[in-house]
């Protein structure tokens, strides 16, 4: 890092007056000289002296001097030598010195500029391995990397004296001659600071070692309902999953070292980093600087929804009694009832899940239905529609299977009473919640039936149709024929 390189111009102005103004052409040219010879660090202290012309010997003249520093003010009889401290006198630009010299009785000036020109320089001290140029003489390296050696060159002042501060307990830190050694213990996380003296010259190195501490969720996920401390859960959808770091020293600027294993950046915040949320998968994101680093595994969840209603009922799904049907999926019919079973299968992604979101699942179920019943007096009709209905818990297993799957079943059902017929029609709707939210497309089914007696008060009956399977079905709108 370079500190300093200005360009001072001096300018001397020098003329020989002594009762009358001599003509410009027999004033001697313009000098002085510099103590030292430069170039010179900040903070150098320089000084300027004139050389009186020989005429001016020879003619006894009584010479003020007149010195202009930087365009200021004329200092008149502060003699042919002017001393000034150069780090407290340099401008923005160059510095400008001028000269000039009077008689005893002030006569006019002579007219005769001249100038110099030195440089003021530091030197320069460079860092290898580079770490991350941060501005303002800050370099970033993460923990465990090292060594980091720090080299001097164009050192006005001589050969650099190093100091680091404050102490790193466990670091190693050496020097000899232009350069220096810092190797960071690989605990160590903070500010270094390393300082090359040169004569004048100061030259300061910020050496900042980040570590990774840990990672976190801040929005878009949660660890309710889920097990183990890294894990995070939601729903699948629009948005993003944001996840945020914490280091030593905890600054944007230390994160400039830090990488991540996945996602994108989020605007405004180096040590965040935002996962999107439109597609199920178990993601690992790592932030990792040097020897350090922490993670957090985000588990964005859907089920994809299946519909069985026939063959056998899958075995993890709870079973059916013989009176509904089971173990046999499909339409059923005994003594007692008419009616059809059928079981949901939810399989959960990504893979895995059951092992850390087990709790929070819930399956739901809506109806719209038609039913007629006549028992001789008349045809009573009732229907609905998107009714909630829910199957009750004994029929649903909630808990994900070692195959990461949840069920529902239902065996819809008239029960062969005093009626002399019974129609019904439904159209059932379900789908998948996690923590209240929705985790599927919904799922559509249906189920319809019809039986008739010839006496109230018997069990034989007839089955005119028994019919369940998946989509919809349209409901008529009035009793079917027979």
């Known amino acids: ?75 008149i009889n502060s003699g042919s030598v002017i001393t000034i401290s150069v780090g407290n006198t340099l401008g923005t630009g160059a510095l400008q010195v ?76 050496s020097s000899s001659g232009t350069t220096a050694t810092f190797t960071p213990d690989a605990n160590f996380a903070g500010t270094a600071t390393i ?41 699948k959808g629009t948005g993003d999953v944001i996840v945020e770091a914490t280091l030593t020293p905890n600054t944007d600027a230390a994160a400039s070292c830090m990488t991540w294993s996945t996602g994108s950046p989020v605007s405004g915040n180096s040590r965040q980093r935002k996962i999107s949320k439109t597609a199920s ?89 038609q039913s007629w019943r006549n028992s001789g007096g008349g045809t009573v009709s009732s229907n609905g529609t998107d009714i909630i209905d829910t199957s009750f818990p004994p029929w649903k297993v909630l808990t994900p299977t070692s195959c990461d799957a949840i069920y529902d079943t239902d065996a819809p059902n008239n029960t062969v009473s005093v009626w002399f017929w019974v129609e019904t029609h439904n159209n059932n709707t379900q789908w998948v919640e996690w923590g209240g939210t929705k985790c599927s497309l919904d799922a559509t089914w249906y189920v319809q039936y019809k039986y008739s007696k010839n006496s109230l008060f018997t069990t034989t009956y007839t089955r005119i149709y028994n019919q369940i399977g998946p989509g919809f079905i349209t409901i008529p709108t009035s009793p079917t024929i027979p």
């Open 1 to 75: 890092m370079k500190i300093l390189t200005r360009t001072i111009a001096f300018t001397a102005i020098v003329g020989i007056i002594f009762g009358t103004r001599i003509a410009l052409a027999n004033n001697p040219p313009c000098n002085f000289s510099a103590s030292p010879a430069g170039p010179y660090c900040p903070g150098a202290t320089v000084t300027f002296t004139a050389t009186p012309c020989d005429w001016c010997v020879d003619n006894n003249a009584i010479t003020n001097y007149a010195w202009t520093v930087d365009g200021g003010t004329v200092v």
């Open 98 to 173: 001028s000269l000039n010299t009077f008689d005893l009785n002030s006569c006019t000036s002579g007219d005769n500029p001249c100038a110099q020109t030195y440089d003021i320089v530091c030197g320069t001290v460079n860092a290898s391995p580079v770490g991350a140029d941060i501005g303002g003489g800050t370099h970033v390296y993460c923990a465990g990397q090292g060594p980091i050696t720090l080299t001097a060159t164009n050192c006005a002042g001589g050969i650099p004296s190093w100091v680091m501060t404050p102490e790193c307990s466990g670091c190693s830190f």
């Open 195 to 235: 300082t090359a003296i040169s004569g004048n010259c100061t030259t300061t190195v910020t050496i900042v070692v980040v570590k990774v501490n840990s990672v976190t969720v801040v929005s878009g996920a949660t660890q309710a309902n889920v097990t183990g401390a890294k894990n995070w859960a939601v729903v």
């Open 281 to 369: 998968a178990e993601i690992n994101v790592t932030a990792t600087c040097g020897s350090t680093s922490d993670y957090v595994d985000i588990w964005i969840l859907w089920s994809t929804l299946t519909v069985h209603t026939s063959g056998p009922e899958p075995a993890d799904a709870h079973q059916l009694d013989t009176l509904h049907g089971g173990p046999t999926l499909g339409p059923y019919e005994n003594t007692t009832r008419v009616g059809a079973s059928m079981t949901l299968s939810a399989a959960i992604t990504p893979t895995g899940v059951h092992n850390v979101v087990q709790a929070g699942w819930d399956i739901l179920r809506t109806v719209t239905f």
